[in-house]
């Protein structure tokens, strides 16, 4: 009689119901495990309407999740990058690079309104699937034993699982309890952030601006601060860069008398052509944003039963635009390494901690594969917009402007880190265009009998030497400010 009940499927508690937790409801649908998405706030939708770009690596993710055709409706094209003083206007560059993005890769890089994809994200999703995402659940506890996991909200409910992937963004609450649970400590305390604050960035929405070219990015240096005009095919998004006095792992908070102040400070600077930041505010929609750009990487990311993702462990400076992408595929990684797991060992015999803390090692292991040059890549762009240092300013005023390191970056820097990026293993990829660097991972061919790869024989460019990538990828025009509140 005992061997005829059905074992429950596993199951796994996910903290954070932002982009990337909306990400994991189309991934964790797809699969054989149970979930749950608990949400802090009241809704999914933030409070000040931002930027996202959108990489190729992201866009076959989609694809397989079949939710390509949902997110086509908002997407906005990137054609070209504008580089400038901030100071007098002088444009020092003007370029095309997107053509070469999509030529190498099939899909290109696309930009969105962080509040339009969110909600065609969550509009693709079953009713079913939606009744798995809770909102007004505040994580305050974790608990951990050897065969599950309970995770305890503020409302007093407490959800039972596997594990616990913590995708609550830079002030994870789910990395403070596993970090506190690691020293010994209640899951409660508090516990420092591993971020430091170098930047802060006000940003907010324009109207299409007529007088400015559609889908183009302009981006101005100056010494200590960058700005930013990017437009899209209806609207347009302007964002400031500012050193701050001095770095802090603190989480600052900022007044309206801030946003005042640096209005006035910076009103006179150059954002695009023929538009100062004065000009821009004029023009917005909305509320204006100020908000810490924190950066940084954790030393681990993964205790026991407990397991991180996205900015929860590797927090970028904007100006890259690769931070989202890299969560996304830090998600598909995980996920496929769980239901390799799960199968090995079948429904009847779950996962131990000890599999489930080898398989957190390993996921961390692939993704730190790519991660020191993508956080250090940010860090360069960053630093090279806001003339940190002679070279920074060196780099924008000078080589930027008469060398071809665009181009450079795109092929040398780009298509090593999108050509290796990982794909759901088990789901297959409808669209995926022509591209001239090959993919190393493709979905598997599943059978009974076999797991079959359907991996590339070719292999993918080559990674730089640390110091030439990132300089190269500091002068690549890739778009810039991921925004959110979470």
């Not at 061919?445 to 730089?464: D, R």
Request: proline share 5%.
């Amino acid at each position: 009689m005992e061997d005829s009940v059905e074992a429950r499927p596993f199951r796994a508690v996910i903290v954070g119901g932002g982009l990337l937790g909306l990400m994991a409801a189309h991934i964790f649908a797809k699969t054989e495990m149970d979930y749950v998405i608990l949400e802090q706030h009241d809704d999914l939708m933030p409070e000040i309407g931002s930027l996202l770009n959108l990489n190729p690596p992201t866009f076959r993710v989609l694809d397989q999740l079949d939710a390509l055709d949902a997110v086509k409706p908002v997407l906005n094209g990137f054609d070209r990058n504008v580089l400038m003083s901030a100071d007098d206007g002088e444009v020092w560059k003007d370029e095309r690079l997107a053509h070469l993005m999509e030529a190498n890769h099939g899909h290109g890089i696309r930009i969105v309104h962080r509040p339009e994809y969110v909600k065609a994200l969550y509009s693709n999703l079953s009713d079913t699937v939606r009744a798995s995402i809770h909102v007004k659940k505040r994580v305050v506890r974790i608990d951990v034993s050897d065969d599950g996991v309970a995770v305890h909200c503020d409302d007093g409910t407490v959800e039972l699982g596997d594990i616990v992937i913590g995708a609550d963004g830079v002030h994870s609450r789910t990395r403070q309890a596993m970090q506190s649970l690691a020293s010994g400590v209640p899951s409660d305390t508090d516990q420092p952030s591993p971020f430091t604050t170098n930047f802060r960035l006000l940003f907010g929405n324009l109207p299409a601006l007529a007088d400015l070219p559609r889908n183009t990015n302009f981006e101005c240096a100056a010494e200590g601060v960058s700005t930013q005009i990017l437009t899209g095919e209806k609207r347009a998004w302007f964002a400031v860069y500012e050193k701050i006095e001095a770095p802090t792992s603190k989480r600052l908070r900022w007044t309206e008398d801030d946003k005042a102040k640096m209005l006035r400070k910076w009103g006179h600077l150059h954002m695009a052509t023929g538009y100062t930041l004065k000009d821009a505010y004029e023009k917005r929609i909305g509320d204006v944003g100020l908000i810490n750009l924190e950066e940084g990487l954790l030393d681990k990311w993964y205790w026991r039963r407990i397991v991180l993702v996205g900015d929860a462990v590797r927090k970028l400076e904007p100006h890259a635009g690769l931070g989202y992408n890299a969560g996304v595929s830090d998600l598909v990684e995980l996920v496929n390494g769980l239901r390799r797991l799960i199968k090995t060992k079948g429904r009847r015999e779950p996962p131990t901690t000890d599999d489930l803390e080898a398989l957190f090692k390993e996921y961390q292991a692939k993704r730190m594969e790519e991660t020191p040059t993508i956080v250090r890549s940010s860090e360069k762009r960053a630093r090279m917009c806001t003339w940190m240092s002679p070279w920074d300013r060196f780099t924008a005023a000078v080589l930027m402007r008469y060398l071809p390191l665009g181009k450079y970056g795109v092929y040398c820097i780009m298509a090593p880190i999108f050509s290796r990026a990982p794909v759901l293993e088990w789901l297959d990829e409808k669209n995926l265009p022509a591209r001239a660097v090959p993919y190393v991972h493709h979905p598997r061919t599943e059978t009974k009998e076999k797991i079959e790869y359907s991996n590339s024989t070719k292999e993918a460019l080559p990674v730089l030497p640390i110091v030439t990538g990132t300089v190269a990828l500091a002068a690549l025009a890739t778009v810039g400010f991921r925004l959110f509140r979470r």
